[in-house]
């Protein structure tokens, strides 16, 4: 063979080779994948997550278990994903905002770009209460939270939770002061005040919105500068409309696989995320059923998608004293 014709069949193998590439990367898991939910059962997280997985169950033709390990904000079973081996067989999911303060709280050694981001919807936070209480709007509660500092109990689902993070912005904005109830969820939580162990609750739209439509928590506002509509119940007021000015960003949930596992796992993902979970109407109607924003995303647009809920949270976290060491000393610049 000469030697142009050896170039000419050599690179043609070559670019044969580098197409091929990209099929001979799909990952077809041969056991069931452990998802790790982070908080209990019927919380916003399990919620999402449980649509989320039945898409892709489909997609891979595999079974994909889901474990609530609540515990310590959500501690506890991101360190069992974080420390379970790296063969794409364990995973977890939760806010992100959350996943980035960990490191900051000393709770767990990570940090937001230790993880591949796979974003479906962003969740804002609502001030439900208890509806024999007798505030009808958010200007009626945040006065009464002034006028009676620390006696009006909110519950959240902890330190690290969308509920609490929302009073830390209600406090940051108004001077008001509560006495908080902490649970191991936002399900919990939210279950606790239509029992009337709370006065009020701030979770997640989501969680709340059975018993919004029920009628068994009334909603006073968006804890966000957004109004939410909500399928069966109509419009919920921004907290902008009480607090001029007053803003929050969006408080994005998905499902996060740990750097480490095989690149063939990580975009076997992606491509999935990006032609089923993207167009999935399963999804699509969650959201809108449950007042959430669908968005799905990954990548390096999740990382960026995600990072202002994480300086805000980090930030607010560390102002109310509640973390170990500073952001900015784990990369987090002060927004």
């Known amino acids: 063979m000469r030697k142009r014709q050896f170039i000419q069949v050599f690179g043609a193998a070559v670019a044969a080779f580098a197409l091929a590439t990209p099929a001979m990367a799909q990952w077809k898991p041969t056991r069931p994948i452990n998802l790790i939910v982070p908080w209990a059962a019927g919380g916003s997280t399990d919620q999402v997550t449980r649509v989320a997985a039945a898409e892709m169950e489909k997609q891979l033709g595999q079974t994909i278990v889901i474990v609530n390990q609540p515990g310590a904000s959500g501690a506890i079973g991101t360190k069992s994903a974080m420390d379970a081996p790296k063969d794409g067989y364990t995973w977890t ?18 940090d937001i770009k230790d993880w591949h ?53 209600i406090v940051k904005a108004t001077g008001a002061k509560y006495k908080e109830v902490s649970y191991d969820g936002g399900n919990p939580a939210v279950v606790a005040t239509v029992a009337g162990e709370a006065d009020a609750t701030t979770q997640l739209a989501v969680e709340q919105a059975d018993m919004i439509r029920g009628k068994r928590l009334r909603p006073l506002a968006t804890v966000s ?4 509509e909500l399928e069966g119940y109509g419009r919920i007021p921004p907290l902008s409309e009480t607090i001029p000015g007053f803003t929050a960003p969006a408080n994005y949930f998905g499902i996060f696989i740990p750097k480490g596992v095989p690149d063939d796992v990580v975009k076997t993902v992606e491509k999935i995320w990006t032609d089923t979970i ?9 959201a ?48």
């Open 93 to 110: 999911a939760g806010a992100a905002q959350d996943l980035g303060a960990y490191q900051s709280l000393g709770s767990v050694a990570t």
């Open 117 to 169: 981001l796979f974003l479906s919807v962003a969740n804002i936070q609502v001030i439900g209460v208890n509806p024999t209480r007798p505030w009808q709007n958010a200007k009626q509660f945040i006065d009464d939270l002034k006028a009676r500092p620390g006696q009006i109990s909110v519950a959240t689902a902890g330190v690290t939770s969308a509920g609490h993070n929302a009073m830390d912005f």
């Open 225 to 228: 500068d957004k109004a939410v």
């Open 288 to 335: 809108q059923s449950r007042g959430a924003l669908f968005n799905p995303t990954s990548g390096d647009a999740a990382q960026k998608a995600v990072f202002p809920a994480v300086q805000a949270n980090a930030w607010n976290l560390h102002a109310a004293g509640k973390t170990k060491v500073a952001p900015d000393t784990v990369g987090i610049p002060k927004p």
């Open 278 to 286: 993207a167009k999935s109407e399963a999804l699509k109607k969650y």
